[in-house]
């Protein structure tokens, strides 16, 4: 069997220098922000040691530490909190595959140690604190921790390494080589010095013999900004290493986008979009936007001042050069420049989408299943952007079961004489493709948006038109899809037919005037025997519900009943109605006209258990 020089496995070490490092990038800003902060940063770097003897591979840094309380919240909760069965995983692996999705869904990257370790020893001192403490575990389950009066100030994690496996010398993470590689592999653009001390051979005597071996200290990373190199000078591997260093995300972005801007403000930017959404891309308080250097150094992390909220899941760094080392967040939100770069990168990230969509027509279906969402935040939020942005929206439609829509595909597919863009909105696809609404525009043909996300009410309203053609609800208002001649021959029928019915929708309107605000006769229907449909200014029962799921208070709205005309039940009504029928019937009949509308669009019943009541015995009477 031929083994790849690497292993799943290597990734922990990744981890560990990854959180070394931000350790470091941390202690540095605090010695800024606090002079009298008792603590040393002449000197941050990460050291590693091996001991082949006692089978130890040790990690330690000299940055920020963590206080007893961080240790229990950061390291030990998962050791306790239930996630047994990732850590039994992870203590079981062969080669690392599965666990390594596990631990990128929680989250954990430390505990990826446990893949390689059967005992993990962390000791640690917080800046500015005067004990330290001392955590140990087996990966288990369980932890011990205890105070340490001698801790140095950072952390040191030692991993007692799994026995050695004869079969495998790859797994020998107390060979130098094997260390070597794997910080050259994943590591090599960390920003400080990762050291290691090793033995070199000494110069042979002049009698040929070997001399004393000599130990020298050695800087095993080259600390090259990724960014700063130029794009033809990086590969691709190097780019989803450092990715996932910035991002904490385990899986390679799905486009890299690297830019330098030179002239009066210069900057580099290394921009990520990742392959997946994040768990809180939607929870308020969730993280965004990317990392702020300035010529090399780090200032922070999730500087929202660089990217727009819709563009929040990019991730990444920009290195502005003619920054203060001590600006602060407030000023950057003001900060003229830092308002033209962050120009910059939206229009960079819209084109770079943009060219995606044509030319990896996959892989955009990946971006907008992923971020379509957030993205068409930006319609509302984002006016300059507009117009391009509605080139990148995907939208399911009418035309296609499977495949979605671009706008100017609906566009080119329209009907000669139509002039609107028609959409409607509901909860879920099934619910809107089945709603009676769309039942004259399939009988005649005409493509239809089916648009389903919460924020498509939003934007569809604010925009209003693409290309000069208004969007519009075809759950709202008068519809008309005829041409001219049908238009007047229609016009004539329903004329007679509306005389024909005018007894019964007075009387329906009275009947149901809690509910409703008028019956009328319907042009959209062909097979349902009606429907509910709004006022061109009123809202759509489902922002209504996204509105009330906010926690907005909004007066019960009514709607308008249509009826189709054709349909057996609405003529049965009306003869019955006509021949002065039933009073009471006659009403229950109208209630579970208008209850089959609601749910046929996917809409709610006041009283469902009523509904149900007077369907059986409107059932057990015709049986
Ligand atoms: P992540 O790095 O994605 O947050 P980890 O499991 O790697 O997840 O680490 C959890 C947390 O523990 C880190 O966010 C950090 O706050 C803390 N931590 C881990 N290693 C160190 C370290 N060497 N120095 C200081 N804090 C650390
Ligand atoms: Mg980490």
């Not at 039942?439 to 648009?451: I, M, N, P, S, W």
């Amino acid at each position: 069997m031929v083994h790849s020089i690497y292993s799943n496995k290597d990734i922990f070490l990744r981890e560990l220098i990854s959180n070394a490092s931000d350790a470091l990038d941390k202690l540095r800003i605090a010695s800024m922000v606090d002079k009298d902060l008792d603590v040393d940063a002449s000197d941050l770097h990460i050291e590693l040691v091996v001991d082949a003897q006692a089978r130890t591979l040790t990690v330690r840094d000299n940055g920020i530490g963590m206080s007893r309380d961080e240790v229990v919240q950061l390291i030990g909760t998962i050791a306790k909190s239930g996630t047994a069965e990732l850590l039994r995983k992870l203590r079981e692996s062969n080669d690392g595959g599965a666990p390594q999705e596990l631990i990128g869904q929680f989250g954990v990257g430390f505990y990826a140690t446990f893949m390689v370790a059967d005992k993990v020893v962390l000791l640690t001192r917080r800046a500015g604190e005067s004990t330290g403490t001392r955590w140990e575990s087996a990966g288990e389950g369980t932890y011990e921790i205890e105070q340490a009066d001698d801790a140095p100030q950072g952390t040191t994690v030692t991993l007692h390494l799994k026995p050695a496996d004869p079969e495998d010398h790859l797994y020998d993470y107390t060979a130098e080589w094997k260390i070597r590689e794997i910080v050259k592999r994943y590591s090599d653009f960390i920003s400080w010095p990762i050291r290691m001390t090793v033995e070199r051979p000494g110069e042979p005597g002049e009698d040929g013999s070997p001399g004393e071996p000599t130990r020298e200290v050695q800087t095993l990373n080259s600390m090259k900004a990724l960014w700063a190199r130029s794009r033809d000078e990086v590969d691709e591997a190097e780019y989803h290493e450092f990715y996932k260093h910035v991002s904490h995300d385990w899986t390679d972005p799905l486009e890299v986008i690297h830019m330098r801007a030179e002239g009066t403000f210069e900057y580099e930017a290394l921009l990520f979009i990742p392959a997946h959404a994040p768990f809180d891309l939607f929870a308020r308080e969730g993280k965004r936007g990317v990392q702020l250097y300035v010529k090399r150094v780090f200032i922070m992390d999730d500087c929202e001042a660089l990217t727009p909220n819709y563009l929040r899941f990019i991730k990444g760094v920009v290195d502005a050069h003619d920054l203060s080392l001590n600006i602060s967040r407030e000023i950057l939100q003001q900060d003229r420049q830092i308002q033209a770069v962050r120009r910059r990168l939206v229009r960079k990230v819209l084109s770079t989408l943009k060219e995606m969509r044509e030319k990896q027509p996959e892989r955009y279906r990946t971006f907008w299943a992923e971020f379509g969402k957030a993205l068409k935040e930006g319609l509302v939020e984002d006016v300059d952007n507009r117009e391009t942005l509605l080139d990148l929206i995907s939208a399911a439609s009418t035309h296609d079961a499977e495949q979605l829509t671009t706008l100017r595909g609906y566009v080119e597919r329209m009907k000669d004489g139509q002039s609107d863009i028609y959409y409607l909105t509901g909860e879920t696809r099934s619910a809107v493709e089945n709603s009676p609404h769309l039942e004259a525009f399939r009988a005649k043909g005409y493509e239809v948006l089916l648009l389903t996300d919460p924020v498509d009410e939003v934007w569809v309203e604010q925009v209003g038109e693409f290309d000069g053609k208004p969007l519009r609800s075809i759950a709202k208002g008068q519809i008309d899809l005829e041409t001219e001649d049908e238009k007047k021959a229609a016009e004539t029928e329903l004329q007679e037919r509306q005389k024909e019915f005018e007894p019964l929708l007075t009387w329906l309107g009275e009947r149901l005037a809690e509910d409703i605000k008028e019956a009328r006769l319907s042009t959209r229907l062909t097979t349902s025997p009606a429907c509910v449909v709004g006022d061109a200014q009123d809202l759509t029962p489902n922002l209504e519900r996204i509105y009330r799921a906010m926690g907005h208070e909004l007066p019960p709205s009514k709607r308008i009943l249509e009826l189709n005309p054709t349909h057996p039940l609405v003529g049965g009504l009306r003869k019955a109605h006509e021949q002065g029928g039933d009073e009471e019937a006659l009403g229950r009949t109208a209630e579970l006209l208008y209850g089959m509308a609601l749910l046929a669009e996917g809409g709610e019943l006041k009283d469902p258990a009523r509904f149900a009541r007077l369907l059986a015995e409107q059932l057990s009477a015709a049986v």
